[in-house]
Structure formats: C-alpha cells, structure tokens
Nanobody, 121 residues
Framework: QVQLVESGGGLVQAGGSLRLSCAAS????MGWFRQAPGKEREFVATIRWSGSTRYYADYVKGRFTISRDNAKNTVYLQMDSLKPEDTAVYYC??????????????????WGQGTQVTVSS
C-alpha cells in the first residue's frame, strides 16, 4: 500500500505563493485535487509518470505548476498568484497502474491526508 504525505500548506495573502509537496509518490500518474468547504473535491493538475506531460484545470492554468522528482519520490505543486477562491484542502493522489495523465478522481487509487491552503484577501 502506497502512503502519500502532503506538506507545504498554510496561510498566505492574495497574490502570494506556496509550494506543496507530496512524498512517496508512485511511479505512475500523479495528481492534485482540492476541496473547499461545502464543495465537491475537484481536479487541479496531473502529471504523467515521466513528467513529460502535464494538464491543468482552467481555473489554475498559468498560475500553478505541477512537477515531480522520481529520484526523490516526490511530486510538487507550485502555486503562484494565489486567490481567495483557491482556499481549500489540497490532496495528492496516485494511480496504481495508470501511466498517462487523468483528471478523473476514480482513476486514482491512493490519496494523501490533505493539507490546508488558506488565501486571505
């Protein structure tokens, strides 16, 4: 069983930056999702096992960057130009078998415990 551990969340002012890390990533497709209070968990970004392909939700495109270091078994989410609407618990997710990118929650088998990101206005 793969255990994913997120870190790097916190409180930041609008326009600021944070970098989230996910330790013990799988050697397959990885992704980031987020869940705000009272809302469904939504897709944020995904990256292919090799790191060669990345895909973002429209609401973070151009502001967030997903990357991975397979030697360190770690996936990152660099978040710049943060907005109050980015406030949520952010979850790292990994697939057991999928190598390509995917935005579907059901395609991910492993989930971290989440890390809180709060953006103040």
């Amino acid at each position: 069983q793969v255990q994913l551990v997120e870190s790097g969340g916190g409180l930041v002012q609008a326009g600021g930056s944070l970098r989230l890390s996910c330790a013990a990533s799988t050697s397959t497709s990885m992704g980031w999702f987020r869940q705000a209070p009272g809302k469904e968990r939504e897709f944020v970004a995904t990256i292919r096992w090799s790191g060669s392909t990345r895909y973002y939700a429209d609401y973070v495109k151009g502001r967030f960057t997903i990357s991975r270091d397979n030697a360190k078994n770690t996936v990152y989410l660099q978040m710049d130009s943060l907005k109050p609407e980015d406030t949520a618990v952010y979850y790292c997710a990994g697939s057991a078998t999928r190598m390509g990118i995917t935005t579907r929650r059901d395609d991910y088998d492993y989930w971290g415990q989440g890390t809180q990101v709060t953006v103040s206005s």
